[in-house]
């Protein structure tokens, strides 16, 4: 199903291929428990028996339509206090990966979301693996719906039906994003965190917007302000700001 080249020097050079298997985050934490060179290698699949998503969400996605990309960084050099700047970098790959691809009104919905308008097209879950203060290595998992064309939520959707080239190929799409993730790699390996979060905000879904949110069962209107340098949605609610974590806070539609 692939056969990529990417034009980096580490990210994607190692990769592998697997039809079927439970969770290529799963495949690339086992690489980064047993090997020692694991930075930059790249798990593909066609299809997921068990792919996880956020908050303990299931990950679905069609058989072969779609991409299933996990890659194994060695953040050994990152503080664990620090993690989330690594959330931030992804999500800037991803994002200007989906630029690179002409796709229009790209975002990142808070906090590693892929959004087409006000659909989702994809979505990223970072496992990080840490040695007392500092980080071990991270797997970073992106799922992209690319070519699926029928969703079961209205709120899914897909990379061609947001206007994707159909000449596009899976394979391009992961040789960009690997040159992407490269890039946004060097940011955190050179400690630019505050370009990392700068650049962040301005790609967050619906900033400066009001937004109906749940917490506590409790609906409510609040103006997405930003998003703290430990991950936390800041939001305006009347004259009160508050901070919130992920799993505290759910976007109703
Ligand atoms: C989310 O939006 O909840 C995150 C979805 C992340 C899915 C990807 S697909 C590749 C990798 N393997 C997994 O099991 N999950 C991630």
């Not at 066609?46 to 990950?59: D, E, L, M, V």
């Not at 930003?226 to 109703?252: A, P, S």
Request: proline share 2%.
């Amino acid at each position: 199903m692939y056969n990529i080249q990417p034009k980096t020097k580490i990210i994607g050079k190692i990769h592998k291929f697997v039809p079927t298997c439970h969770s290529t985050n799963d495949l690339a934490l086992e690489i980064i428990q047993n090997t020692e060179n694991f930075h930059g290698t790249v798990i593909l699949s066609a299809f997921q028996t068990a792919g996880r998503g956020q908050k303990g969400n299931t990950w679905e996605s069609e058989a072969g339509k779609n991409l299933i990309f996990s890659v194994a960084l060695d953040t050994s050099f990152l503080a664990v206090s620090d993690q989330f700047y690594i959330s931030m970098a992804m999500s800037l790959a991803v994002f200007d990966t989906l630029q690179q691809l002409n796709i229009p009104n790209c975002s990142i919905k808070w906090p590693n979301d892929v959004f087409v308008g006000n659909t989702k097209v994809g979505g990223m879950l970072i496992e990080n693996k840490s040695r007392g203060q500092y980080l071990r290595g991270s797997v970073v998992g992106i799922g992209l719906n690319v070519f699926q064309e029928t969703f079961e939520s209205e709120r899914a959707s897909s990379l061609f039906l947001s206007g994707l080239d159909p000449e596009i190929t899976l394979n391009t799409i992961v040789e960009t994003l690997c040159l992407h993730i490269e890039t946004y790699f060097n940011y955190l390996e050179q400690g630019r965190f505050e370009e990392l979060h700068l650049s962040y905000l301005k790609i967050i879904y619906k900033l400066g917007k009001e937004q109906l949110f749940e917490v506590s069962n409790q609906p409510f209107m609040a103006v997405i302000v930003g998003v703290d340098t430990d991950g936390r949605l800041i939001v305006r609610k009347e004259k009160d700001t508050l901070k919130f974590e992920i799993k505290q806070i759910k976007y109703l539609f």
